[in-house]
């Protein structure tokens, strides 16, 4: 055959195919039935059952034809809402230079979770968990005057971080995509500015993606800055916890929601007493013997903060708060481990299960929480194997660094803002926003000229939307026990047309001709032409979710199809000329042009 009239009937071919649509019998679908054994969580078992992801190593996934046209349906719901906010769009390398990460000294505080390698010049670089070195560096050498601000700056790329437990598929993994954007702005005023917009498009992000989230008070960790804010998609599988007030707008995450600790303190201070407890090691051992409550306990905590010993003194019926402690002591979290039974004993003389803030033997730095300042007449560890100390009370028997608060919020607190109590939820973080002031520009010297000559640094904010996870916030929220139910605004395909007999002239012809006339709307279709029985053909059509099936079965000959939509799986039998309205109908539901 002549080439070149090869290569015009390709063309002929995806012309006629209109491009977003396609047959089964040609599709990479490799569904399965059982459920893999790695798989824990919903979304990760329907998105391997579905043919979506499949799985190279531990945390590492291929999006295969699917899964990835989802992948780019929502990049490009991100792109439009971006690029309308004014933010302009680019694409950076993900090796990076040690040298950039070392003059901001998260070359070291990123931790393990960095993949770092040399070139043959035993250069060192990283592949980048995230960009804001790179960003910065970039605009350093190109923006000169305020004139030419505010900027904002934007990629989706996909990142690495060398997490220590991946899991639950795309939620923790180690390679995922991910738009990140960086703003530049000559002020605090225009960083601020920035932010809200961010803050609004990404509302609208999510919106558009029928998401059920929250916009919550977040920790800054590793990225820096004095505020941030996460977008979490609500989900009984999520990792990440928030506590939120219904009576007001307060909601944080887990690790930086304030905690309101009433305590009653007018009572007279008792004489100091030791008690021998032998055996007698945790709270609720402790509450039986000293018959009281564990909020008369003064909790002693023993870590090792990049390699020295510290204690941590909290209310004996709560919990630390290590993303707070770390905080305080500015250091990263993977530089806070428990202490040894061998440290214990060497800073405090006793086994571990009796240590307290008084009198302890080695040098060692006490940090406590302010509440314990207010409580009197206190039960802790004596620094002696076998005895607890009674009517112990700060300031006459201890003193130590009083930090405002170590405690982890729980459900029941009372609100910090109407004083209200807060209730709980769990969720999965798939958008992030922080104000970054200059804690990226000035380290690396990325200044500009003002209105008057003086060289000021830039101030920035950077805002990133995980999308790999968005797509699995997505199956998290819309799944039955049969399959995933896709938003029609992110499904892969819009309809799927099923022919139940695929060997029947008049079922092929009349699937084709629906199939053809969808096309020509511009709606993606799916035509399911396999050679399969119906059973098979329904099981997969649930599990791949795709939003709207029509059926052409035995009454085919009478232009009869059955209609029904995937989240409601009611059938109807129409004739075949109302399909393009009810399609319609549903275009216009989901905010959708047709």
């Known amino acids: ?33 059982e459920v893999p054994a790695e798989a824990e969580i919903p979304s990760h078992k329907l998105l391997l059952r579905a043919g979506m992801i499949r799985k190279l190593v531990s945390g590492i996934y291929s999006y295969l034809p699917l899964g990835y046209r989802v992948i780019r349906k929502i990049e490009n719901i991100v792109r439009e809402e971006m690029d309308n906010a004014g933010a302009q769009e680019l694409l ?12 901001t000294g998260r070359w070291h505080d990123f931790g393990p979770e960095m993949f770092k390698l040399k070139d043959r010049h035993d250069r060192e670089f990283c592949l980048g ?43 923790r993994s180690r390679e995922f995509i991910m738009k990140d954007a960086y703003s530049f702005d000559a002020d605090e005023e225009g960083m601020r500015k920035s932010y809200e917009i961010m803050w609004k498009a990404y509302e609208k992000i999510f919106d558009r993606l029928k998401l059920k989230y929250k916009v919550v008070l977040g920790d800054s960790g590793a990225m820096g800055g004095n505020v941030s804010h996460e977008f979490m998609a609500l989900s009984e599988v999520g990792e990440g916890v928030i506590a939120y007030c219904e009576h007001c707008d307060y909601a944080a995450t887990l690790e930086k929601a304030s905690v309101i600790y009433k305590v009653e303190n007018d009572v007279e201070e008792l004489p100091l007493e030791k008690v021998h407890t032998p055996g007698v090691t945790t709270i609720e051992e402790l509450e039986r013997f000293f018959g009281i409550n564990a909020s008369n ?24 708060n290590e993303t707070k402690l770390c905080n305080y002591l500015k250091i990263a979290e993977h530089e806070l481990e428990m202490a040894n039974e061998d440290l214990i004993k060497e800073i405090t003389g006793a086994n571990k299960g009796f240590t307290g803030p008084v009198n302890l033997k080695g040098e060692v730095r006490l940090l406590i929480d302010s509440r314990i300042t207010k409580m009197k007449n206190l039960v802790t560890g004596a620094n002696e194997t076998d005895y607890h100390l009674k009517n112990v009370n700060y300031g006459r028997d201890f003193t130590g660094e009083v930090v405002d ?20 939820e769990r969720g999965i973080e798939v958008g992030n926003i922080f104000q970054l002031g200059t804690k990226y520009s000035k ?8 209105e008057n000559g003086i060289e000021k640094p830039f101030v ?16 998290e929220q819309y799944h039955d026990d049969d399959g995933i139910i896709w938003p029609l605004i992110v499904a892969p395909y819009h309809v799927i047309v099923t022919v139940i007999n695929s060997k029947n002239s008049e079922q092929m012809e009349l699937g084709e001709r629906i199939y053809s006339e969808l096309m020509a709307h511009g709606v993606e279709v799916l035509l399911d032409d396999r050679n399969e029985s119906a059973g098979v053909k329904f099981k997969d059509r649930d599990l791949i979710g795709i939003p709207i099936r029509i059926t052409v079965g035995k009454k085919a000959g009478e232009s009869i199809v059955e209609y029904s939509l995937r989240k409601d799986k009611e059938k109807k039998e129409v004739h075949v000329n109302e399909i393009i309205r009810l399609v319609e109908e549903e275009f216009e539901k989901a905010g959708l042009k047709f």
């Open 129 to 171: 968990p995230t960009h804001e070195e790179y960003f910065t560096s970039l605009v350093k050498g190109e923006v000169k005057s305020y004139k030419q601000l505010p900027l904002n700056l934007y990629q989706i790329q996909t990142k690495y971080r060398d997490e220590k437990r991946p899991r639950f598929g795309l939620m």
């Open 1 to 33: 055959m002549n080439c070149e009239l090869f290569i015009e009937q390709i063309y002929e071919l995806k012309e006629e195919e209109g491009g977003d649509s396609m047959r089964m019998s040609n599709l990479y679908m490799p569904t399965l039935r």
């Open 405 to 424: 608060d170590l405690l982890l919020v729980r459900e029941g607190d009372i609100c910090p803002k109407c004083g209200e109590t807060l209730k709980m």
């Open 460 to 475: 920035m904010g950077c805002y990133g939307i995980g999308i790999s996870r968005t797509m699995m916030a997505v199956v």
């Open 297 to 320: 306990f003064a909790k002693a905590v023993v870590y090792k903060a990049a390699g020295y010993p510290v204690i941590a003194v909290i209310p004996g019926d709560r919990e630390l």
């Open 443 to 450: 380290p690396l010297n990325a200044t500009f000229l003002d």
């Open 92 to 103: 950076m390398s993900a090796i990076q230079p040690k040298e950039l990460w070392e003059a």
